[in-house]
C-alpha cells in the first residue's frame, strides 16, 4: 500500500524541511511514500481559501484512495492504535492512504465530507509545518510498530 501527503503551502522553515526529508528516507523501507503540495489562498476570505484549497486537494484523490484528514477535533490514535488502523487498511486491499494537512484557516466541509477518517494529532493548534513532520514521524513508528522493530528516536 502507497502512503502519501498532501499538503497545503510548502515547507519553508529549514530545520523542519530537514526532519521531514529524514523522515521519508526512513519510511522508504516500510511503504513507497510521495507528497504533494497544493498552492495556498489567500486574502481575508476564509471561506473561499478554504473552498479553493479543498479543490485544489481533491483534484489528486482517486475515488479509491483512503483518505485521512487532519483535524483537531478528530479521533486521537496512540501509536499502537494508529500502526493497527494503517494494518487494518492495508489488508482491506486499498492501494492507497492519503493523509491531508489543511491551510490556515482549515478544512473546507467538501474536504472533511471526502474524508474517511478525521485525524487529531492533540488538541492543540500546531503550524501545518509542524505537523507534517509529525505525521510522518508517526508514519515511522507505526510502521516499526507494525514489524516489532524496535523504535528508539
Sequence with gaps: MQLR?????KLRTGYIAEACAEFRKRLEPYFPYSEVEVRASHGGDAAAAMREEAERIIKHVRPDDRIWLLERSGTAFSSTQLAGEIEKIAHSGASRLTF???GTYGA???????????????PLTFLHEWARAIVQKQLYRAAKISRNEP???
Excluded at 5 to 9: E, G, S
Excluded at 110 to 119: E, G, H, I, P, T
Design 108 to 122: 473546507d466541509a467538501s474536504l472533511r465530507d471526502r474524508a474517511d477518517v478525521l485525524w487529531s494529532l492533540s
Design 151 to 153: 523504535y528508539h528516536h
Design 100 to 102: 491531508v494537512v489543511a
Design 5 to 9: 501527503l498532501i499538503a497545503v503551502d
